[in-house]
């Protein structure tokens, strides 16, 4: 049996197997994955999720050579926003009926760890029915070396103050040299691991990223993927529950020290290693389109390369925006529930577990009048 009869029979692959899928004709693996995930997932459904980014300081001493957003704490336009100014953005998400915030910043070295549980307090309390996915591994890593405390103990109090999950930033490739060239004092694949295995064993929300066009080889792509799904493994056996979700963009160097130095990764490229993903991760249901890093008609495209997801409006995306140049901060729902019908699928409001909390109505959507821009904070 070859490795796509294998695959579409629900077999496990090896590594050497997953490896020649690179070497297949892209629209034959791209079927395989496309029936996968109509088994894996309701086959007419595709979810999306309204929700807002929050970078709350840009200030960052990792400096990794990919990233146009951090700063250092003597440029002028440094910052680190108030929790008022946090909660003023979290009650422009609540007029559009977003109920979760993902929270990251930098590795700030001068905010003290009693100023995280602080602000966690102080948006549960203001903000009960707000849910907090906050803080990426790095972030936790950084906690870790500025307070002398390790991360189960970080996590147990942040959870306490009213942490709800943690993001799986920081991914990349899961293989240390390829980022010891790309980010030499970036966290390294033992820590990441280590942190999220930690956020899992507590009953945090976490999800699985990827990010291609390093430089990587088709081995390395695949040791990337091969950890994720004996994470996933690991942690259904042990803790009941794993990644809700794997996710996956392509690197964006414009306005970055790696312009000209790292070759990126064109939509062919995603598309392909989106399909391989959805095949290798036979653990992990929900794949995300990314509609902010390859534009809204790729995420349509990639609908039938194996994702389920088209992702979540964001409100205010300022990495990836950042390093590639472009204005993909933010999408309304009305953009994502019509590239969604327009790709032959029923749009489906989610939570952050894939949970279906309404399906919109959306001929009501489409024959509105397009919303006024939401004036950002």
């Known amino acids: 049996m070859d490795v796509l009869s294998r695959a579409a029979a629900g077999e496990r692959l090896s590594a050497s197997e997953i490896l020649e899928l690179y070497q297949l004709p892209l629209p034959e693996v791209a079927a395989v994955a496309h029936e996968l995930r109509l088994r894996r997932s309701n086959p007419q459904v595709v979810t999306y999720l309204i929700d807002r980014n929050i970078n709350y300081t840009n200030i960052c001493n990792v400096a990794c050579n990919f990233c146009a957003f951090y700063r250092t704490r003597r440029q002028s336009d440094a910052y680190v926003l108030s929790f008022e100014e946090i ?52 972030e936790i890593l950084g906690l870790e070396k500025i307070t002398g405390r390790d991360c189960r103990e970080l996590l147990v109090a942040l959870k306490e103050a009213g942490l709800d999950g943690l993001p799986g930033a920081g991914g990349e490739i899961l293989v240390d040299e390829v980022r010891a060239k790309a980010a030499p004092a970036r966290i390294k694949s033992g820590d990441w691991f280590r942190i999220l295995d930690t956020a899992q064993s507590l009953g945090l929300y976490t999800i699985a990223t990827m990010v291609i066009g390093f430089g990587e080889t088709y081995e390395q792509r695949v040791a990337h993927l091969l950890q994720i799904r004996e994470q996933q493994d690991k942690a259904l056996r042990a803790y009941g529950q794993g990644f809700a979700a794997f996710a996956m963009w392509t690197l964006q160097t414009e306005h970055t020290r790696l312009k000209g130095k790292a070759p990126g990764a064109t939509a062919h490229e995603y598309l392909q290693q989106l399909a391989i993903a959805r095949i290798a991760l036979d653990n992990l249901p929900n794949l995300q389109a990314s509609w902010p890093s390859m534009g809204f008609k790729v995420a349509q495209a990639a609908l039938y390369y194996g994702a389920n997801d088209f992702g979540s409006t964001m409100l205010e995306e300022n990495v990836v925006s950042v390093a590639a140049g472009h204005n993909r901060t933010h999408a309304t729902v009305r953009q994502i529930v019509r590239h969604i019908a327009d790709a032959g699928f029923i749009p489906a409001e989610r939570d952050p577990y894939y949970n279906i909390k309404q399906y919109p109505d959306v001929q009501a959507i489409l024959n509105e009048k397009p919303p006024v821009a939401l004036p950002l904070a």
């Open 87 to 138: 909660g003023h953005k979290i009650e422009e998400l609540m007029q559009i009926g977003g109920r979760r915030i993902l929270m990251q910043g930098g590795v700030n070295p001068d905010l003290p760890f009693e100023w995280y549980l602080e602000l966690l307090r102080y948006l549960k309390r203001h903000y009960p029915e707000v849910r907090i996915d906050a803080f990426s591994p790095e």
